[in-house]
């Protein structure tokens, strides 16, 4: 096996090696150029220094996206102390919690958190910084108000004749020593502090600049979709793409479905990184209403220029995602059905991958080329992954992985800790899934999801609201049980049935219509007994899972 290198000597040699190139902008916003960032990086590291902040100390950073995020996040882990990623959907009490069980020094926070935090709440804090302009919010340590307020000042004594990349000289880190604790978003309840070693950073950063750095060139331009502070965003979009060189454009606000496309179009990224909603919402707004039309399903039905029309729809569909990008790489849940069958018919670059916040996050992943329609990949570098079943090609059984990218455990949880890693060291997904033959992974379901049918038969949820979400006028499902009957909670697409100028009354008598079409397609333990329509959308994770524990 490859011998782990050291996670900031990446970080490092990234910045040495495109000294004067554009490194990180916010979309419609200020741009920093690798040199840039290394001199934020180095301001913070004295700050860090004269305020008394100790190699091993916690972090915590709590804001969107943005170039000053970014920053912030490199400057703690070089510096050698432990970053504490904190999303910034979570509501106060939730930021409270994570920075007070963390044992946070410091707290850095964006212009929208620092409205709803209250600094009495964290009583062990001795600064807040705001991640703009990296000014004190909250100052509760003179070293720090002094080394805040002399800070030009000291940077210049240090550097008397200007600062320049040999000057760049990050912490050495270790394998085994924890560089992160990433609090969960979970859709269970409270969040746990997954610890994350320099191994498990390192071992995914290194695999994806094998699997995507090797058909990109360096460079490139990426788009930040995805929330940094979740470990999907930050290894594949983030990570790996600092240390590819490439220049990475932040959405650094709430990214609607109209700021996307025209990102994808001005900034043409070099692979898309993305969760399965907003694949979805693309397909199905953009590109069905034009594909699903008589008139082009009669040509797709002629062999002899059936090619050649799926050829120009794939070129289309490319060209909203930008027109640029090597591949679509989806992951954090399942994709539609319908959506990927339909992408993968127009060999369109579409690839899943699987993965967990204890892994940070890769377990499974494959290139579009190796692509299986309904699977997420083989397992990737550095991982084994096994399926506990007696027959792992056929019957569904518990995901569990091991290797470099496994965490450490939960931050103060041992009870936790003992539940998710078994004592050879298997991380227990609580996924279920089978395995082909050659590797790929199909996953099933969560094991807590899964349900019992009235005759003991196992009804995975999801796979039924797969079924549904691709009909007529649904927007999004979840299947729960009452007693030993199933029910369908049902948010119709309600911009549509407008449109379409139906009434309340013709949008029950329509859902009643879906429920008899699904039910026609399922098994009869899988029969549902009633649609329950949602005036609301469910409430989600920031990575867009259902909170199903709130509608059961």
């Not at 990349?165 to 394998?175: F, M, T």
């Not at 707004?285 to 040509?299: A, D, E, R, S």
């Not at 539940?419 to 992974?441: E, P």
Request: glycine share 6%; net charge neutral; with cysteine.
């Amino acid at each position: 096996m490859k011998s782990i290198q050291s996670f900031n000597s990446y970080i490092e040699n990234s910045i040495k090696n495109n000294w004067d190139c554009d490194a990180l902008t916010d979309y419609k916003g200020i741009t920093l150029q690798y040199h840039d960032v290394a001199r934020k990086i180095e301001k913070l590291h004295i700050l860090f220094e004269y305020s008394g902040i100790q190699k091993g100390d916690k972090i915590a950073i709590s804001g969107r996206n943005s170039a000053h995020w970014a920053v912030a996040f490199f400057a703690t882990l070089t510096y050698g102390a432990v970053a504490v990623p904190i999303l910034h959907e979570f509501n106060a009490s939730q930021i409270h919690n994570i920075v007070n069980h963390s044992e946070s020094k410091l707290l850095f926070v964006g212009d929208v958190v620092v409205k709803s935090i209250n600094p009495q709440e964290m009583p062990a804090l001795e600064g807040i910084i705001n991640i703009p302009d990296y000014s004190i919010f909250v100052s509760r340590s003179e070293k720090l108000t002094y080394a805040r307020e002399h800070l030009n000042e000291l940077f210049g004594r240090r550097y008397p004749k200007a600062f320049r990349k040999e000057h760049v000289k990050y912490h050495a880190d270790s394998p085994e020593e924890l560089a992160l604790i990433n609090y969960t978003s979970g859709t269970t309840g409270f969040s746990k502090g997954v610890m994350l070693p320099y191994r498990a950073i390192w071992g995914n950063l290194d695999f994806c600049l094998q699997a995507i750095g090797t058909k990109i060139p360096q460079r490139s331009n990426m788009l930040s979709i995805l929330p940094m502070a979740h470990m999907y965003g930050m290894a594949v979009e983030f990570f790996f793409a600092f240390a590819h060189g490439c220049h990475l454009f932040f959405l650094t606000r709430l990214p609607s479905p109209a700021i996307i496309a025209q990102a994808f179009s001005e900034i043409k990224p070099a692979i898309v990184i993305s969760v399965p909603l907003i694949v979805e919402k693309i397909i199905r707004k953009h590109v069905f209403p034009k594909v699903q039309t008589n008139g082009v399903k009669l040509l797709l039905g002629m062999p002899v220029i059936s090619k050649k029309v799926k050829q120009r729809i794939c070129e289309q569909v490319r060209a909203i995602f930008g027109g640029n990008a090597y591949e679509v790489i989806v992951g954090g849940a399942p994709l539609n059905q319908e959506v990927e069958k339909f992408l993968r018919n127009i060999d369109f670059p579409l690839t899943m991958g699987y993965g967990a916040t204890e892994c940070a996050p890769l377990i499974t992943f494959s290139d579009h080329s190796d692509f299986v329609c309904g699977s997420c990949g083989t397992p990737v570098s550095y991982m084994e992954v096994k399926i506990l079943s007696s027959d792992p090609q056929n019957m569904a059984g518990e995901i569990v992985a091991k290797g470099t990218n496994v965490m450490l455990g939960y931050y103060k949880n041992p009870e936790a800790t003992a539940q998710a890693l078994d004592q050879d060291g298997w991380y227990h997904t609580g996924d279920l899934a089978t395995m082909s033959a050659d590797g790929h992974v199909f996953i099933r379901g969560r094991i807590k999801n899964m349900l019992l049918g009235s005759n003991g038969q196992n009804v995975y949820p999801e796979e039924i609201e797969d079924k549904l979400n691709s009909m007529a006028l649904i927007s999004e499902s979840i299947i729960i049980q009452r007693q030993d009957k199933l029910v369908a909670l049902v948010y119709p697409d309600f911009d549509e049935a407008s449109q379409l100028g139906f009434t309340n009354d013709d949008l029950v008598a329509i859902m009643e219509q879906t429920r008899e079409e699904l039910n026609k397609q399922l098994p009869s333990y899988c029969h549902i007994h009633l649609f329950e329509i949602r005036e609301q959308e469910f409430e989600k994770t920031p990575k867009k899972s259902i909170k199903r524990y709130l509608y059961k």
